[in-house]
């Protein structure tokens, strides 16, 4: 046997002689250390160097079985004692001969035992030895580990790991096998041998045979002692968190592990007589509460604060995201629900997505409970509400996509977290982690939390006032609670017939009636909320007896009554309650007869899709599949089957037209699909000459002229098509504002298409692909439509470039003198031939008439393709004077009248033309052109005061003084032809369109030019002057880059109270978002908050660098205002001075870092929002370092005190913020595959700098607050992103933490970075905990 051994030193006659000298002192009964002396002298002489690993492999096969007596494993006990051989080597031989003999051979299992306790937990010492590696990769030659496990043989450390967890799976095993729990596992047998071989058998039976009780009683003691060991393994602080490096890296084993002891805690009755081990206890050393890598990782209800002042635990930074104020918590909610709901930009997303996305990213940095989460959930969005709860008036979206937020869009977020939950695979809802939501998932337990936090939102009374518009409804959900709880039965009819004033007692219901109503009929709640307490005021004995037999409404409409006009009107005023009735509004809007279809396509765009919040989704996917209609069963495959479905189409897209409504789709996230069902109705009706019309029930005709520009005017608003296509952007990540695109819009679609054949997404995107599906289920692409891609085409070119490629004689030059004849009929009749208003663009075709022949009988594409030759032809004949500003105007407004599309057209030519700067000035004096003189002093006023009210002064903003005002000619045209639009509901849908794109071509024009359009707007629409104004000063910050830094101090200065300012009354998301903005106080204008201000105006900065770098430059600023806020100057001065800024006791350090932490939460979400990802990246990537690198000298004024301190953890924070709120805290998102690359350049940098590569400029508090902060926070709330971090990176991170004395943070951080640094942390906590 010893002759096989490998290496070492020493031949076989050594080890003959090792043997020799073991029998005679078994025989002669010798004192083992006399034994063990003379065996280490001899050892020693013969060259063997010790613990030798040979000694090991011939002591184990000396006693098994042939010499298993006592005096024998004295022997190999005292060996071990002194060293002579390694003990976990010895430890696993043994194991792989006693515990399959253990029922022969019971005493030798009882003193495997007895030195398994006594040397397993003994592990500094072994892995010091000088064969370390040697004697690991000997355990792995005889327990298989790296097989078993996939671990990496060449790695010491990690198969000490693995031999840990391979007692655990032993013991288990055997004693599972013991109690005949083995056969009820699915594997029904061991990895592990539990059984004796077959000749080891055939060498005891005489022993099978002589068994003894004392044997069995052996036996039975056996097993509760293995038991126990398992118990004392995961209970000692080294074993127990080296068991943990399993629980992470090695899951399917662990899983395997984890129903094992389930089970035998379950069924054993060993287990059941231990007097130190209950199954209770032995179940909860496994739980995620016990476990751990350090119980400092542990999230803590406070912040250790003496931990934070000593820079020392990881306590220390992670407590940054606990104990904060509900403010800090959820303000980037705010902003986000807030900037959803701006106007000027279309979402390509839904906003289902990106909320969930933000509350998982929020829960996992805060720690906070489900609860707590839909808490501040339900607050953010009823506070979105409230804030516009009385909107000014203008062309923006108003109370109905808040509500839609807070009713549809929250309620089914919640619904689709719920459904996650409780979809869970039972593996993962047994033994995963979740690292969203802290708790263990269990079923039910969210949709308890929903419940909690209804309950508890019944306590924000101020919040849940209804808005005017819907006081109706919520007392109608109200006076239902009621009836229920009454006892009384009525159905849905009922309120439809009874008015709420006859009720006979007061039904005051408020917004949270309303939000249960939604969970309700989401089947999130049941009527047991009802019954909540405070829930309603009281019973209803009786109902009123005067209710009318049946009136028009959803419930005649259910029993068999027809779509009559009256019908109609009332089911446009009144919401649909269930899918039911949509379903059969569609069913009409497909089946029915023409007038039918008319009128169910009426109802659909009314009050189910505005305010029908309990059946919201399915109203707006109804619309987009009616947009999308099927051919016919006749259909003869001739003209396309959507011109049969003209009138239907047309009142679809005209009901769905207004802000409102198209912010609904957005929020909804149906946009790509909206855009891919309006281009093939733009393709069609493009496409035909307008000689066929339809009259529509009201008595009105269309034509498909008018079709084609009702769906070509949608189409646009759902990107920014006005805008160049080379914008802003930051790294290789352009902004979100240039992707929006038609093909960026159809590739969103196709992407929803292609998530129906994965069977693990999630609702939202379930109804996304059944949208996508419904039109047609292949990728639709814009090759799809030729005559679309023309005209975009021609769009992209005409704002890249000079307008060229008109060719006399062509039909395109027909059609431009044929438009320019139309539009300037009087002129040719008064002989001032268009040879000369063309300026040489074309040639007169000779006088026409006024009549409707002189029109051209042109596909609306074909006039599209003429639109900018004719523009630039009237646009020339101005500038030389041969127009009049008047009849260049009226001559616009003929052409847009003609063909409403064409204005599409004229916006992106005007748009090019401004930004060339090529023509002439219009001097805006009332006689050429209109003048803005009677308000524009006024407006500009307004605008100082708006801007002074949100804590900005910018000097330079004067008026214009005695100087004419001017405008650059094609402003000054494009702004004279809006002028002309009438402001009723007929032209909001084109004045939709046409005024972001006058604001954004005035807003890039030098200042004054945005005062005088709003000053000559505000003269034709005197009730949108606060609009007007406050659009007016959103550009001011376009040409002022310090008004800009100020705007972003005053957020800071708001959200934290740093002075006294009137919007500094209160802090937090009030003071920052306050209440919307405009004239709401009589005789004066309130101040705009500044973060109102802010998500308004920066889609249009350009230089997103320049505002990453002032934010960081104003968190630290904001952390020394907060470090030295409310001490006096002289005491001030001291405390700067001194090493302790706690020495005077003026400032709550818990106080402090509550106010930090809202700091750097404002900053993060301001970068993140102003720039996306690119911006963030950016962050990440440059700016961090190269501020790190940079020497502050207003830092080093406090170097080693509160100020540094408090500065490395709040931009600690901020970076892992800014991350999260970027890529998310997982990798379920597409942005989650540029994280590695970036992160990986950071960790490489904080790597560097600790191994002192780089030389840092920062105060050395500041950067070690930073990089232990930065640490903690990705190891505790962001765990996934350290698995993305090179291996060697992690190592050195670890090391320099290690030299900080944060080897509990250097411990957790290898602990989770996989199966790379498994083997480090685990030599890490042996020497650190042993």
Excluded at 1244 to 1266: P, Q, R, V
Aim: with cysteine; net charge neutral; glycine share 8%.
């Amino acid at each position: 046997m010893a002759a096989k051994l490998e290496g070492g030193g020493g031949g076989g006659a050594v080890w003959d002689n090792v043997m020799e000298v073991t029998k005679v002192a078994q025989e002669k009964g010798s004192d083992p250390l006399l034994w063990a002396v003379q065996l280490s002298s001899s050892l020693n002489s013969a060259g063997v160097s010790l613990p030798s690993a040979e000694l090991a492999h011939v002591l184990v096969s000396y006693i098994c079985w042939d010499n298993n007596v006592p005096i024998a494993w004295k022997f190999v006990e005292k060996a071990l004692t002194l060293r002579i051989a390694p003990p976990l080597l010895l430890l696993a031989l043994l194991s792989t001969r006693v515990i399959p003999n253990r029922r022969l051979q019971p005493a030798a299992y009882r003193l495997y035992m007895e030195l398994l306790k006594r040397h397993i937990f003994q592990l500094k010492c072994q892995i010091h030895g000088p064969d370390y590696p040697k004697v690991m990769k000997a355990i792995d030659a005889v327990l298989h580990l790296s097989e078993i496990f996939g671990l990496s043989a060449s790695e010491p450390g990690i198969l000490v790991a693995g031999y840990i967890f391979s007692v655990l799976l032993q013991l288990l095993d055997a004693s599972l096998d013991d109690e005949r729990l083995l056969e009820l596992t699915p594997e029904r047998k061991s990895r592990w041998p539990t059984k004796p071989l077959e000749m080891e058998i055939d060498g005891h039976d005489v022993y099978d045979e002589e068994r003894t009780e004392y044997h069995e009683r052996l036996r039975n003691m056996n097993t509760v002692m293995a038991i126990e060991i398992i118990g004392q393994i995961l209970q000692n602080k080294v074993t127990s968190r080296i068991v943990y490096l399993a629980h992470r890296n090695l899951r399917t084993h662990w899983v395997v592990f984890i129903q094992r002891l389930r089970l035998l805690g379950a069924n054993s009755s060993a287990l059941k007589s231990s007097t130190i081990l209950t199954p209770e206890d032995l179940l909860q050393l496994t739980s995620d509460t016990h476990l751990g890598l350090s119980q400092e990782c542990k999230t803590s209800p406070q912040p250790k604060f003496d931990a934070v002042l000593a820079f020392g635990s990881l306590a220390s930074s992670a407590g940054l995201c606990h104990g904060a104020s509900r403010s800090a918590l959820w303000l980037p909610l705010d902003l986000v629900l807030e900037d959803a709901l701006d106007g000027y930009q279309v979402n390509a997303t839904s906003a289902i997505e990106i909320i969930t996305s933000l509350i998982k990213t929020l829960q996992a940095i805060n720690g906070t409970t489900g609860h707590e989460t839909f808490l501040g959930l339900w607050i953010a969005a009823l506070r979105l509400v409230q804030r516009e709860r009385d909107p000014i008036e203008g062309p923006m979206p108003r109370l109905d996509p808040r509500l839609c937020m807070l009713f549809s869009i929250t309620t089914l977020l919640i619904a689709d977290l719920i459904d996650e939950e409780e979809s869970a695979p039972n593996d993962e809802t047994e033994c995963g982690f979740t690292y969203h939501w802290k708790e263990k998932k269990v079923p039910g337990k969210r949709r308890n939390d929903l419940v909690s936090s209804l309950q508890v939102l019944g306590d924000y009374q101020g919040l849940l006032t209804p808005p005017q518009s819907v006081v109706s409804a919520a007392n109608q959900a109200a006076a239902k609670a009621m009836l229920f709880v009454s006892g009384i039965d009525v159905g849905s009819a009922y309120f439809e017939c009874i008015n709420m004033k006859d009720m006979p007692v007061n039904c005051s219901g408020n917004l949270r009636h309303l939000i249960v109503e939604a969970c309700i009929a989401r089947n999130l709640l049941d009527t047991s909320a009802y019954f909540w307490p405070g829930y309603v005021n009281g019973h209803i004995n009786q109902i009123p007896n005067t209710v009318p037999a049946q009136v028009p409404g959803w419930s005649s409409f259910m029993k068999g009554a027809p779509l009559t006009p009256l019908m109609v009107n009332a089911l446009v005023s009144s919401p649909a309650s269930s899918l039911a009735e949509l379903e059969k509004v569609f069913e009409i809007a497909i089946k029915g007869a023409d007038d039918e279809k008319i009128f169910a396509a009426t109802v659909l765009c009314g009050a189910s899709l505005i305010r029908g919040w309990n059946i919201q989704e399915h109203t707006v996917q109804f619309i987009t599949r009616l947009l999308s209609p099927p051919a016919p069963a006749d259909y003869d495959g001739g003209e396309s089957h959507l011109i049969g479905y003209a009138p239907m189409l047309n009142v679809l897209m005209v009901g769905i037209s207004p802000v409102d409504c198209v912010q609904i789709f957005s929020l909804h996230g149906l946009v790509p699909q909206l855009a891919c069902s309006l281009m093939p109705i733009c393709e069609v009706f493009g496409s035909c000459v307008p000689n066929v019309s339809w009259t529509l029930p009201t008595g009105e005709e269309i034509s498909a002229h008018a079709v084609f520009s009702n769906a070509f005017a949608l189409l646009l608003k759902l990107w920014r098509f006005n805008h160049p296509p080379i914008e802003h952007g930051v790294g290789d990540v352009p902004t979100v504002g240039s992707q929006l695109t038609p093909e960026y819009l159809l590739s969103v679609r196709n992407s929803h298409l292609l998530s129906s054949q994965s069977i693990h997404q999630d609702r939202n995107k379930r109804r996304l692909s059944a949208a996508a599906s419904s039109s047609s289920p292949e990728p639709i692409f814009v090759d799809s439509f030729p005559k679309l891609k023309v005209w975009y085409r021609q769009h992209q070119r005409c704002i890249a470039a000079t307008l060229s490629g008109l060719v006399h004689g062509t039909q395109v030059h027909q059609t431009v003198d044929e438009l320019l004849s139309m539009m300037f009929r009087k002129i040719n009749r008064a002989s001032q031939g268009l040879n000369s208003v063309a300026s040489g663009s074309s040639s007169s075709s000779g006088p026409g008439n006024e009549d409707s022949s002189l029109r051209p009988k042109l596909p609306a594409w074909d006039i599209l393709e003429a639109v900018p030759f004719v523009v630039d032809a009237a646009l020339t004949g101005c500038a030389h004077g041969r127009l009049s500003p008047r009849e260049l105007a009226t001559g616009l407004k003929d052409l847009a009248d003609f063909l409403p599309a064409s204005l599409a057209t004229i916006v992106s030519y005007f748009s090019a033309e401004v930004s060339r700067g090529v023509w002439k000035p219009a001097f805006m004096n009332g006689m050429d052109w209109p003048s803005p003189a009677t308000n524009l002093t006024n407006v500009e006023e307004h605008i100082k005061k708006i801007l002074a009210t949100t804590g900005i002064d910018i000097p330079s903003l004067a008026a214009g003084g005695t100087s004419p005002a001017t405008l650059p000619l094609p402003l000054a045209a494009f702004l004279s032809l809006t002028i002309t639009y009438k402001i009723d509901k007929a032209s909001e849908r084109f004045l939709n369109l046409a005024g972001p794109a006058l604001e954004s071509l005035a807003a890039g024009c030098p200042w004054p030019c945005m005062p005088i359009v709003a000053s000559l707007w505000t003269q034709k629409a005197k009730r949108w002057f606060d609009f007007l104004v406050f659009s007016a000063s959103r550009t001011v910050f376009l040409h002022n880059s310090d008004a800009v830094v100020q705007l972003l101090k005053s957020c800071f200065t708001a959200t934290l109270g740093l002075n006294s300012n009137p919007i500094s009354s209160n802090v937090g998301v009030g003071a920052l978002l306050g209440h919307g903005f405009g004239s709401h106080f009589c005789g004066g204008i309130s101040p705009v908050a500044p973060g109102i201000l802010y998500l308004r105006v920066y889609r249009s900065m350009r230089d997103i660098l320049f505002i990453t770098e002032e934010i960081v430059s104003l968190l630290m600023h904001s952390v020394r205002e907060i470090a030295f806020s409310g001490l006096p100057q002289e005491k001030m001065e001291k405390l700067k001075a001194s090493k302790n800024g706690m020495r005077y006791g003026q400032v709550s350090l818990a106080a402090a870092i509550t106010r930090v932490k809202l700091a750097a939460s404002l900053g993060a979400s301001l970068v993140w929002l102003s720039g996306g990802l690119g911006s963030v990246h950016s962050l990440i990537y440059e700016t961090l370092p190269s501020w790190f690198i940079s020497v502050h000298k207003s830092e080093h004024k406090y170097s080693d005190g509160l100020v540094s301190m408090l500065g490395g953890y709040a931009l600690a924070y901020f970076a892992v913020l800014c991350g999260a709120l970027a890529w998310g805290v997982d990798s379920s998102s597409s942005a989650s595959k540029r994280r590695p690359k970036i992160l990986g350049f950071h960790m490489e940098f904080l790597a560097s700098a600790l191994d002192g590569k780089i030389s840092l400029g920062c105060d050395s508090a500041t950067w070690h607050a930073y990089v232990s902060g930065f640490m903690s926070l990705t190891v505790s709330c962001t765990p996934t992103w350290v698995l993305e971090v090179d291996v060697e990176v992690l190592k050195r991170l670890s090391k320099g933490l290690k030299q900080w004395n944060e080897e509990e943070l250097a411990i957790a951080l290898l602990g989770i970075g996989g199966l790379g640094t498994m083997g480090a942390a685990a030599e890490l906590i042996i020497e650190k905990d042993s």
